[in-house]
């Protein structure tokens, strides 16, 4: 998953016509390396509705702000500039959560 390396790259991304969904993620995050370990193949199955991608809030904290993301993990999806689903917070994730986000997502699309 290619990261996020610019506020104006998130812009860009976001306005797409296709969705596009974004991974709030750090490093010293556990629940984030967690994820790491199931996020490919959940990232291979729907590629063909989302583009997908990692923001690191330490070294992005205006894509953050401008996402309204404060807490990690945390994903957005965005279709055309437009937020079509959040799934923000401090806790872990498990894998049918993430999942059952992204059919929610799908359902905006």
Not at 16 to 27: G, I, Q, Y
Request: proline share 2%; hydrophobic share 35%.
């Amino acid at each position: 998953m290619e990261n996020i390396t610019s506020k104006e790259q998130y812009s860009e991304l976001i306005g797409n016509k296709k969705a596009t969904v974004l991974f709030f993620s750090a490093d010293w995050c556990s629940d984030c390396r967690f994820i790491d370990t199931f996020i490919d193949e959940i990232v291979d199955k729907n590629q063909s509705d989302f583009e997908f991608y990692k923001v690191n809030p330490d070294t992005q904290k205006e894509v953050c702000e401008a996402a309204n993301v404060m807490g990690i993990p945390s994903f957005v999806a965005y279709r055309e500039g437009k937020t079509i689903a959040e799934m923000i917070g401090n806790e872990g994730r498990t894998k049918e959560e993430i999942e059952r986000f992204l059919e929610g997502a799908k359902a905006k699309i």
